[in-house]
């Protein structure tokens, strides 16, 4: 389950495992630049790769597990418009363009010029070599912005993705595996004293 | 509806809080008819368990009548008694298909799963009314409650057959059932049991009708120590006597073969490791008091099995990690694959072969659950198990 882009210069663990943000031996153009945020997280799905593929190639159907994505509009074959949920109320958009896809395999994606908070991103979809179904590893780099915005912006970015990452994959992986999202939320809940 | 609430340390009251509704497809809303108030519900009440909020309906033993079935559950019908595991499974990852359901990778909710993954490196599954670490599902201590994953977990329950001879199929007799299969016992085994609460009396008699040769149960209650000999087995009280030591001799020099600590992280003693765990507790350096847990892996055989039931949820010291290597001992432990046990236990009951009604003690109204909580943490040797009746009517 390899992947060129995603793993430190000795031995076999992820890139985004690292203690250090910028990896010693970590080939130049796989080391996050300067204030870059990286974030590796995978996930064993019980579904074969190709239906996982499917549903997130579709990428109208992201809002449905990724909590802070308030809408993806699909542009054409490799273009769509993303619509993310900022603190505060906000929200920040770019236009992304699909720079690799493979069917069944691999989907990579980056911001285009202008994007306020420059990102790119790769999801790769892998047998599980033990017959578990398909490892889905998805990487990401974000590129916050300066100023008094880019602070707000980047305490969504910087703090956030690893947290979000996670969570998005777990649900990801409840709604593919049982068809649904696990919640315990109210109305189930007592009110809150 | 009318429901207990838990509100901090020894403050639970019985509050009207909003019914719950179905939420997700395969939900089910469940109307209680039967419900009991669990050994490890006392943490809770203790508050030694983290990640409560004020206002958590707890309960996590309960049967009923199912009256609300979602769209995507082809399995339950109105009208229908089922008990249900106090475990969410959700029937369809790698867990679930291993029949290990109280690892379930997906009834966490992604936002609550993330404090288990910190704490025990993995997120752990979701549970009825046992704070947010299982993720803050509301209980059963109440009039109705909502399953989630409806279609995997409730067991369908013949009329004809009182509740109280299977409501424990939703955590104590499989936990206790499961604590003597974790022990791989052979015909010729003596198994010492730590704790004469619900799991350990259970666990005595699952451990009969596994085959053990004998039973050792521990405690220092009388009336519970009575309950264990009732059951066939033969009975150490902790205060008379040096268990070790008498443990020991009650087996010839070789010790139990197999040992379960149905105590968990509140363990009892005035021993100099048992007072020294409180002052850590105290000044929060250790969270799980543990001098049963060492009392146990001390008094097992060379090479002998240790079964752990009871419940821990943190860190503990002076673990006596050179007696477990040095005797090779093995431990099994975890909760309770409920889903695995059900129907084999169902099936026990049915054929007359376990009993579970002889545990209770105390039968209570929804409304007096409070008192029960009381009666429960302060007199433990004669209130060995309290059930709360939300309808108040009988059920056959």
Redesign the interface.
């Known amino acids: 389950m390899s992947s060129p882009i995603s793993h430190t210069a000795h031995g076999d663990a992820p890139l985004s495992s690292a203690k250090h943000p910028d990896p010693a031996g970590a080939p130049e153009h796989l080391a996050p630049q300067q204030g870059d945020v990286l974030v590796g997280r995978s996930v064993?799905i019980?579904r074969p790769r190709e239906d996982l593929y499917a549903f997130w190639r579709d990428f109208t159907n992201l809002p449905l597990f990724m909590?802070n994505i308030h809408s993806v509009t699909i542009q054409d074959s490799a273009h769509s418009h993303w619509v993310i949920e900022a603190p505060a109320g906000k929200t920040v958009e770019w236009d992304s363009k699909i720079t690799q896809d493979e069917a069944g395999r691999l989907i990579a994606w980056e911001s285009l010029e202008g994007a306020s908070v420059r990102n790119s991103g790769r999801v790769e979809f892998i047998d599980s070599p033990d017959g578990?179904?398909t490892v889905v590893r998805v990487t990401l780099t974000y590129d916050p912005p300066g100023g008094a915005v880019g602070k707000l912006i980047a305490k969504l970015f910087q703090k956030e993705p690893k947290?979000q990452a996670?969570?998005?994959l777990?649900?990801f992986?409840?709604l593919m595996?049982?068809?649904?999202?696990?919640?315990?939320?109210?109305?189930?809940?007592?009110?809150?004293? | 509806m009318r429901?207990l609430?838990w509100?901090g340390k020894h403050d639970v009251r019985v509050?009207t809080?909003?019914?719950?509704?179905i939420?997700?497809?395969?939900d089910a809303i469940i109307k209680i008819t039967s419900t009991a108030i669990c050994g490890s519900d006392l943490h809770l009440y203790d508050h030694t368990i983290p990640t409560m909020?004020?206002?958590?309906?707890l309960g996590h033993e309960f049967m009923g009548e199912v009256v609300e079935v979602g769209p995507?559950n082809s399995k339950l019908k109105v009208g229908q008694r089922v008990v249900v595991p106090f475990v969410i499974a959700?029937?369809?990852?790698?867990f679930c298909?291993q029949q290990q359901f109280a690892a379930c990778?997906?009834?966490?909710?992604?936002?609550?799963?993330?404090m288990s993954?910190f704490l025990y490196g993995y997120?752990m599954t979701?549970a009825f009314g046992y704070s947010h670490l299982t993720?803050?599902?509301?209980g059963g201590q109440a009039e109705y409650?909502?399953v989630?994953?409806a279609d995997v977990g409730p067991i369908l329950i013949p009329d004809g057959i009182e509740d109280e001879k299977v409501l424990f199929l939703s955590d104590i007799l499989p936990t206790g059932w499961m604590a003597a299969d974790n022990c791989d016992i052979k015909a010729t085994d003596t198994v010492a049991v730590w704790g004469c609460g619900p799991v350990g009396l259970f666990a005595v008699q699952s451990a009969f009708a596994l085959g053990a040769h004998r039973v050792i149960a521990i405690d220092h209650f009388p009336h519970r120590l009575d309950l264990a000999k009732s059951m066939g087995a033969e009975v150490i009280n902790f205060e008379e006597v040096e268990v070790r030591e008498a443990l020991v001799e009650m087996t010839g020099g070789i010790g139990p073969d197999a040992c379960i600590d149905a105590v968990g992280m509140e363990s009892h003693g005035l021993t100099a490791d048992s007072v020294m765990d409180r002052v850590k507790a105290a000044v929060k350096l250790v969270t799980d008091q543990t001098h049963g847990l060492r009392q146990v892996i001390i008094a097992c055989r060379k090479g002998g099995k240790v079964s752990i039931p009871g419940v821990y949820g943190g860190v503990t010291d002076k673990f006596p990690i050179g007696a477990l290597m040095e005797k090779g001992l093995s431990i099994k432990s975890g909760q309770t694959h409920v889903q695995k046990y059900m129907q084999q236990l169902l099936d026990l009951i049915m054929e007359g072969k376990l009993d579970t009604t002889f545990l209770i003690s105390h039968r209570l109204s929804l409304e007096d659950a409070p008192t029960g909580y009381k009666i429960f943490k302060e007199r433990q040797n004669d209130v060995t198990k309290v059930v709360l009746k939300p309808d108040g009517v009988p059920r056959h």
């Open positions: 064993t019980d909590r578990r179904g947290i996670r969570q998005d777990r649900r992986k409840q595996e049982t068809g649904e999202v696990s919640t315990a939320r109210p109305p189930d809940a007592a009110p809150r004293a | 429901a609430t509100h509050d809080v909003a019914d719950p509704q939420v997700n497809p395969r909020k004020a206002g958590d309906v995507g959700c029937g369809q990852c790698y298909k990778d997906n009834s966490n909710p992604a936002e609550t799963a993330d993954e997120p979701g993720g803050g599902y509301a409650v909502r989630p994953y």
